[in-house]
């Protein structure tokens, strides 16, 4: 499968993932939220949440093994950056009270305008990231 029709793929998935999510549960499919409660649980609210994380790291165990190739890890990349970049970016989720998928997947699919500015701020601050370190660095 090529590289669009794999993305196609994926984002169906993803959103058909998420709508089935809130009409059988109610719940905003924003992985950063999914994750913080698994994390620091509360009750009735950790096995379909450790559910959702074991679905999210099977799917994509069940791609690498179904197309061999379709991921190559980028090379060059200190760990150590790595990690402060993860921390920021749970830092973030925290602080704009959701993720990327929270926000650009479940808030804009229900109109919501302040997904609408978390999203504009992800992709502005994307954009202004890669130009830096591509060209600026």
């Known amino acids: 499968m090529n590289g669009w029709m794999s993305a196609l793929a994926g ?3 993803i ?10 549960t109610g719940r905003i499919a924003g992985i950063s939220g999914i994750v913080g409660g698994v994390l620091m649980p509360r009750r009735g ?8 994380v074991l679905g999210l790291i099977g799917a994509g165990a069940a791609w690498l093994w179904w197309v061999p190739g379709a991921y190559v890890p980028r090379q060059g990349f200190s760990p150590v950056l790595l990690v402060i970049a993860g921390v ?4 973030g989720t925290r602080m704009g009270n959701g993720c990327t998928s929270g926000h650009g997947v479940c808030g804009l699919g229900r109109l919501s305008p302040r997904s609408l500015a978390a999203v504009l701020t992800f992709m502005a601050a994307a954009i202004v990231t890669t130009y830096l370190v591509r060209h600026v660095a």
């Open 11 to 13: 984002g169906v998935l």
């Open 15 to 24: 959103g058909m993932a998420a709508t089935l999510l809130l009409w059988l």
């Open 45 to 52: 609210e950790v096995v379909w949440r450790i559910a959702f």
């Open 88 to 91: 920021l970016v749970g830092f």
